[in-house]
């Protein structure tokens, strides 16, 4: 876990909150009282559905309920499973079960690091036996962003691929939504709005791939380099055939 993983108060300001997730790069943050009992979080998320930069909301407003606190005692692995059942990457750590005082952030990075430097044996697996190939959601570079990000959200994604001609040119994510300053989506209004910007202005490139040949090992090492949660999979031809994200690489690590 990490212990030096920041929080913020439940009634600072929903502004202050989007401003540390977007500057320190984080995914979420742990929303507590003055007394340090966790309350709630706030992800990105819930940050992305504020539309100005002078929002007089509280963090109370925005912060969702917590489905899943680990308690510092718990076995590292089995809070891994309830994780990845939940499809979460991220969970606060408290004391105990019976006081929910917070103490940090337990990550699947953090698992996923200890098993590659232990050498699992998962490491060897070849990316095409755990690839995710069904289902896969991806945008092209023109598509506009407000409709993407809409996309993303009734996924839960934190990230979507761009391809142009079937191949991966980009990637979009939560924290480049949150880096982009004007072009910020403004899902909150109902009136009607101007033409979101084109998803090639905000996506990060050159995209991160790998062959399906490649093997599992590889995967992780760029994970852990790059600090990115996935991994285009493409064929010989450079076709994009799959995505491998945290919860695949735990997949061949630990069930």
Known sequence: MDSNYPSIFV?????????????????MLPVVDEHKRLLGIVSRNDILTISSSVSPLRVRGIMSEIRFAAPTDMDAIEATKQMMRLDEWYVPVIKTEQNN????????EHIIKKLYEKGSAGLTRPLSDVVTTKNLLSCSPNDETDNVWQKMKERRLAACPVTSKGKPVGMISEQ???????????????????KSAPIFTLMTTPVISL?????????????????????????????????????????????
């Open 11 to 27: 009634e600072e300001h929903a502004t202050k909150a989007r401003a540390i997730l977007r500057e320190s790069r984080l995914r």
């Open 101 to 108: 005082e917070y103490t940090g952030i337990f990550a699947l």
């Open 176 to 194: 480049d939504l949150l880096e982009s300053g004007a072009n910020f989506p403004r899902f909150e209004s109902a009136k009607p709005k101007l």
């Open 211 to 255: 062959k399906s040949k490649e093997k599992v090992g590889k995967a992780v090492q760029l994970m852990l380099e790059k600090n990115v949660g996935r991994v285009a999979i493409t064929d010989d031809k450079g076709t994009m055939i799959g995505m491998i994200d945290r919860e695949d690489v735990l997949k061949a690590l630990i069930m």
